[in-house]
């Protein structure tokens, strides 16, 4: 019989593609998976910088958090694939260095060329080209801002006789073996058949694959220090139960039906070794704003009263201080205005006639600052209190372009922050709020002017009270177009109104919902109930609420 040489080269293609990772029908859409340190302190994730495509050009950033210290830094991803990937990070207990592990997939800076990884496998009796870039960074160590400590590639793993039996085929690296019990075309990510890591997330340990003469069959196990890059020795003994490495993303192995669907709707854990993954399909759908009350004519600065257990809010129009009471009733409190937010000791701070006061249930308002820096009326649009005594509130025109300013409560000082007029690009800022901790101040920009530039801005919170305006002002923490009132919900995120939705931010700014507000446009939005989780949102006209659902127990 005579055989084509063509078809031959075929056949032969064929059948050694059959002994690596799936190369043809559906694929794994590209994912680089986060994790949170053994103690949950710190937490790694990685996001795409645009829309991903499965294989490429995609470009990632990583995001660094601190929990305790509520600090996140963003960094772009560097040395990461730019085309199709499935890795996964893990960070160190201290948080001072984080890891990528690629597993399968040959290194490209940019698109993947699936059949132009033949060429690497060498033409019949040379060797392959060890040094091609596309067999380098298959573990990647980091500092926690993103500075590479050392990138290992296959060249740092393999012995020669072990390169011998790698093969590229389908831009995949075939140098890895499955761990017993596990086939990486049944786990949720197939990556998760190919390692093991320890509880700490410092080791990483591998199956590479055996070779013609090795005696196990099962493949030659390393093991990399995930801190430092260096390959442990052969005969190194790992004592600390934490260092062992064990088999990560605890729960089921198999898909069951294995389709698009459940591979791409697999969320990982991020603390693999304690925690399951989950699959969900889709997210769960955001709350329904029902009305509370209606008839209004311009509402505004909602705010619970924990003392009362009741919600205050204001209709600029009448100039009245209106509160919920029982049966969704209201009940005009102040006639003289009463517009502002509640502080954490619990006291009201606003705009009530021309002066900005504090005041308790029952109390009197009394006065802090009767004049603007300058010695100008005050005017208010928003404002917010942090827990170390200083109150933040913007005005959107006064004068032109905004003003943020900066209030002493127990000095009874007065400073401006900012003035829209001097910084164009952060004119007429509007809603605000202040984290838990006091340490980070997050402002709504309409700038009416230049909407691209409109969004979330987050400024350091000095301990003298001032603002860090210079780190924040150059870049938008979150992309929120013409954003107004804005209040911290109970699990941490963000909710702002933004036209006829709430958008709803995670902790690094990233959109992750939104709530659809039945009629009008949101003007503000505070939490309230006897355990936070009630959303209250007003519109000119309109006083609606909803109540999130409770929180996850431990």
């Excluded at 690596?20 to 794994?28: D, H, M, S, W």
């Amino acid at each position: 019989m005579h055989w084509n040489p063509m078809r031959l080269i075929a056949l032969i293609v064929v059948l050694l593609a059959g002994q690596f990772p799936a190369r043809a029908g559906y694929e794994q859409p590209c994912h680089i998976d986060g994790c949170r340190s053994a103690d949950g302190r710190f937490v790694v994730t990685a996001e795409p910088i645009g829309k991903t495509t499965n294989h490429g050009p995609n470009k990632w950033q990583f995001v660094w958090r601190d929990t305790k210290e509520n600090k996140t830094v963003r960094f772009d991803a560097k040395d990461v694939q730019g085309g199709q990937i499935h890795a996964h990070l893990f960070v160190a207990p201290d948080g001072e260095t984080f890891a990528l592990f690629n597993h399968t997939t040959l290194w490209t800076e940019g698109k993947s060329d699936m059949h132009g990884a033949q060429k690497l496998c060498g033409e019949p009796g040379k060797p392959k080209d060890r040094a091609d870039p596309a067999f380098s960074r298959r573990v990647i160590v980091y500092k926690k801002d993103g500075t590479v400590v050392k990138a290992i590639g296959a060249n740092d793993l393999l012995t020669p006789e072990e390169w011998d039996n790698t093969l590229a085929v389908f831009n995949r690296l075939g140098w890895l073996v499955e761990y017993p019990g596990l086939k990486f075309k049944e786990t949720p990510r197939h990556g998760y058949a190919f390692y093991q890591v320890s509880p700490d997330y410092t080791i990483l340990e591998l199956r590479l694959t055996p070779t013609r003469t090795s005696k196990d069959k099962s493949g030659r196990i390393i093991r990399v220090d995930l801190t430092t890059g260096r390959v442990l020795a052969a005969d190194e003994k790992l004592t600390d139960k934490n260092k062992i490495p064990v088999r990560p993303y605890r729960g089921p192995d198999a898909l069951g039906d294995n389709n698009p669907a459940v591979r791409e709707g697999y969320v990982p854990s991020l603390d693999p070794v304690r925690a399951e993954g989950k699959f969900t399909f889709a997210p769960n759908p955001p709350p329904k704003l029902d009305v509370v009350k209606d008839g209004f004519t311009k509402l505004d600065t909602p705010a619970w009263l924990p003392a009362d257990k009741c919600l205050v809010f204001t209709d600029l129009v009448q100039k009245k201080l209106f509160r919920l009471e029982a049966k969704n009733e209201v009940k005009a409190v102040r006639d003289d205005g009463g517009r502002g937010k509640v502080g954490p000791d619990g006291r009201f701070y606003g705009l009530v006639g021309d002066k900005l006061v504090s005041w308790k249930p029952g109390e009197e308002p009394k006065a802090i600052v009767e004049k603007a820096a300058g010695g100008k009326d005050l005017a208010l649009n928003d404002i917010a209190v942090s827990p170390t005594g200083f109150a933040y509130f913007t005005t959107l025109k006064d004068p032109d372009k905004g003003r943020l300013t900066i209030v002493d409560v127990a000095k009874k000082t007065v400073a401006v922050a900012y003035d829209g007029a001097d910084l164009p690009d952060l004119s007429n800022p509007n809603g605000i709020a202040v984290s838990a901790d006091g340490k980070t101040l997050l402002l709504g920009v309409s700038n009416y002017k230049d909407r691209k530039k409109s969004g979330i801005y987050r400024f350091p919170i000095k301990a003298d009270g001032a603002l860090d305006i210079a780190a924040g002002k150059d870049k938008k923490w979150g992309d929120v177009t013409a954003p107004d009132g804005m209040a911290f919900g109970p699990e941490g995120n963000l909710y702002v109104t933004a036209g006829a939705s709430v958008v709803i931010l995670d902790a690094t700014g990233k959109k992750v919902s939104e709530i659809k507000i039945p009629k009008g446009s949101g003007t503000n939005l505070t939490f309230g109930g006897d355990d936070g989780r009630t959303l209250f949102v007003t519109t000119d006209t309109t006083l609606y609420s909803c109540r999130l659902a409770d929180a996850p127990k431990p």
